[in-house]
């Protein structure tokens, strides 16, 4: 069994194919997939994607790269975070790739998604594009407690400081790069009770797929690398990720 810890299958190209790739899932034994929550308009169409499936669930947030998104509140994190389909806070962060200037925003809208987290008990997703110094200190500073770093591309230094506050560090189909061979390293090292795999689908489908529509069903090829680099075998490291997923999402019940 596999788990798909970061998709978007809200995303119009996956949206409009969603019995497809829903059995792609199956067929490749990818159990569950988490739909990530980017912004207050979206958020509908996420919950709604979770209640519809079983086998998915939802996040509440607005991701860091829009200056001009619509704002949650702490207290409206906190109330959609009651919902039983809602399992973490996010996906939010810092992202200067995208983003310049004055981020004093970025900055407020991050600290409000972890202040969120903390008075729930919800695990965070976090997005860092070129911001990784900032987005650990204001981690260090607001008490970020547990979570995700989603599509981990940072240094091995990076990783050390995200777990030491007790996060996870989830790999995308960037780690099957060719190029990305500092990452590969990281891959490595990262204790296996702290791995996560995703696809952050439909954007960077891992090799074989580089270049096409990613989709959950992908995530498989994410983990055979993993095991590749690790020198373990696929089934265990799809194991060990399966486990860290469903303790980290505390919420979502793991099938017997």
């Known amino acids: ?38 912004s207050r308009p979206a958020f509908a169409q996420v919950l709604g994607l979770a209640e519809a499936h079983d086998n998915l669930w939802a996040t509440v ?36 790739h995208w983003c310049k200037g ?7 809208r991050f600290a409000t998604h972890i202040r969120a987290a903390r008075a729930t008990g919800l695990p965070l997703v976090i997005h ?15 008490g970020a407690e547990c979570g995700v770093m ?12 995200a777990l030491d506050l007790g996060f996870h560090i989830s790999f995308s189909g960037i ?14 090292k990262v204790p296996l009770d702290r791995l996560l795999v995703e696809t952050d689908s439909p954007y960077l489908a891992p090799v074989p797929h580089r270049g096409k529509q990613n989709e959950p069903a992908f995530v498989r090829h994410v983990a055979e690398h993993v095991a590749e680099l690790r020198g373990l075998s696929f089934e265990a490291v799809a194991e060990a990720t399966t486990d860290n997923f469903f303790r980290l999402f505390s919420k979502i019940p793991r099938p017997a």
Request: charge should be negative; proline fraction near 4%.
């Open 175 to 188: 780690v099957t790069f060719k190029s990305a061979q500092a990452l590969k390293e990281v891959a490595r």
């Open 128 to 142: 860092t594009r070129d911001s990784a110094a900032d987005t650990v200190r204001l981690m260090r500073e607001e």
């Open 150 to 161: 989603h599509c981990f591309t940072e240094s091995w230094e990076v990783a050390q400081a």
């Open 1 to 38: 069994m596999l788990v798909d810890s970061h998709c978007h299958l809200n995303f119009p190209d996956l949206a409009a194919r969603l019995p497809e790739v829903l059995a792609n899932m199956a067929g490749n034994g990818v159990s569950h997939a988490l739909v990530i929550g980017v």
């Open 102 to 108: 004055n981020l004093d925003w970025q900055h407020q």
């Open 61 to 96: 947030g607005v991701h860091p790269d829009d200056p001009e998104a619509e704002e949650y509140t702490q207290a409206e994190l906190e109330a959609h975070a009651a919902h039983p389909k809602v399992v973490g806070i996010g996906e939010t962060g810092l992202d200067y």
